[in-house]
């Protein structure tokens, strides 16, 4: 399929310099970026006037659970442990493909509605949302978050990691990463065998991990070593990978982090409204350790919206270093895009040729864009899903001006997610 994408304003990367022009898209990779050039490229199967709008790099969200969206408003003001343990978990307990299959659609919907062109999913029955995620084109990272707090075998799990692994090993837009849930979900065996299991495949890992105050001061008390202390000493971290949170850290963390190349998935909305705290984003940077960004499930923050998430990144860090220079909007950008995508090993974050096709269209029309002031920081400022327009992921037109391509109708999504979510809850309440 060849899409020309013609009349835009682009903005090529986070930080980059925007010009007007065009982008050429074949079988999914960018093949042209530049100066409106009317020679090259025809026919091509659909041309976009893109009427003078911004094409960006599309989003990566960098920690999700896509299909928690089935969870949105049921379990919301509560504290985190209750949240978890009392509400979460034991609606989990009775979850189906089906769920998973609606939920990941619901995600899927708005995903592509807002931008969104690759994401890290950590989720029951990844098969069926590597499937669902597939149709819509955007590129997935399935993360395994398995755990063994309520028993397990670890044999059991770490072979079932590997024969994963092996299933999407080489896939370009599809992959899998060995993990865990957290440290404190986990038994010492599993989290050794991961450990070793990373070292054999010499795959990068992913965590949950120092998301909130308790838990690392409950691993400091039961091991002398803060959470990242004793992943780092485990080896858990020696392949590199993701640590999602990373809220908590101190001097000695961060320079641990740096020095085996992690990644932190930081998700400002989630531990904002769980009342977790704020992730120390300045000093991960100032030290060399990669910052991505998530949205976190749906149950927890409510909204899988990238903007949301540049914003706060940035006025957080703003309140917290008492520095309204601090994180810059293209820093935020760059969380959202470039670092998120390196970080999972997909080929996106910037509009340039050889690069997947991934990117959506921004209304410079909308009324939080205007006046065109400076485009890059309305962007992250004052931009919201909303200003979406279109979104490309994949070299697929996702959604275009309130239409999706997803593989389902919005009201289908709609109403077999209420549905889901209305069995599981009468589930839930019969299960205590
Ligand atoms: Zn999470």
Redesign the pocket.
């Given at each position: 399929m060849k899409i020309r994408l013609k009349n835009a304003l682009v903005l090529p990367r986070a930080g980059g310099e925007i010009f007007r022009g065009e982008v050429q898209i074949e079988d999914g990779k960018i093949v042209y970026a530049g100066k409106q050039n009317d020679r090259m490229f025809f026919p091509a199967d659909r041309e976009k006037d893109c009427g003078g709008n911004l094409l960006i790099p599309g989003f990566c969200n960098a920690?999700a659970?896509s299909a928690m969206t089935l969870f949105r408003g049921v379990a919301d003001d509560l504290p985190l442990q209750e949240w978890l343990f009392d509400r979460i978990f034991p609606l989990e307990d009775h979850l189906t493909e089906e769920d998973v299959y609606w939920g990941t659609m619901l995600a899927a919907a708005e995903y592509v509605r807002g931008g969104v062109t690759a994401a890290a999913d950590?989720y029951f029955f990844p098969a069926v949302a590597a499937e669902v995620l597939r149709r819509s084109g955007i590129a997935v990272a399935l993360c395994s978050g398995d755990n063994d707090v309520g028993g397990g075998d670890v044999k059991e799990s770490l072979a079932y990691m590997q024969s994963r692994y092996n299933t999407y090993k080489g896939k370009r837009r599809l992959k899998y990463i060995i993990g865990l849930h957290a440290e404190y979900t986990c038994s010492d065996a599993l989290l050794e065998g991961v450990a070793d299991l990373a070292a054999t495949l010499g795959a990068p890992t992913y965590i949950?991990c120092a998301e909130t105050l308790k838990e690392v001061g409950e691993c400091s008390v039961r091991r002398s070593l803060t959470p990242v202390e004793y992943l780092h000493k485990i080896g858990f971290f020696d392949e590199g990978g993701i640590i999602?949170?990373g809220t908590y850290l101190d001097k000695n963390d961060i320079a641990l982090l740096a020095d085996k190349n992690i990644t932190v998935a930081s998700?400002p909305s989630?531990n904002l409204k769980l009342a977790s705290g704020v992730a120390p984003i300045c000093s991960l940077l100032k030290n060399g350790v990669a910052v991505a960004l998530g949205t976190?499930?749906a149950a927890s923050n409510n909204a899988l919206s990238m903007f949301r998430e540049m914003y706060l990144m940035s006025c957080l860090q703003k309140e917290r270093m008492k520095d309204a220079a601090a994180v810059p909007a293209e820093e935020a950008l760059r969380a959202a895009t470039e670092t998120g995508y390196k970080a999972l090993g997909f080929d996106g974050g910037e509009i340039a040729v050889g690069r997947d096709a991934d990117l959506a269209l921004i209304d410079l029309n909308a009324p939080c864009m205007q006046p065109l002031s400076d485009i890059g920081k309305s962007l992250v400022y004052s931009a919201d899903t909303s200003a979406v327009l279109m979104t490309v992921a994949g070299g697929h037109i996702a959604y275009e001006n309130g239409r999706f391509d997803i593989g389902e109708t919005p009201e289908d999504i709609y109403k077999n997610a209420a549905k889901c979510v209305k069995r599981l809850l009468k589930e839930a309440e019969r299960g205590k």
């Open positions: 920690h659970h950590m949950h999602a949170h998700n989630s976190d499930g």
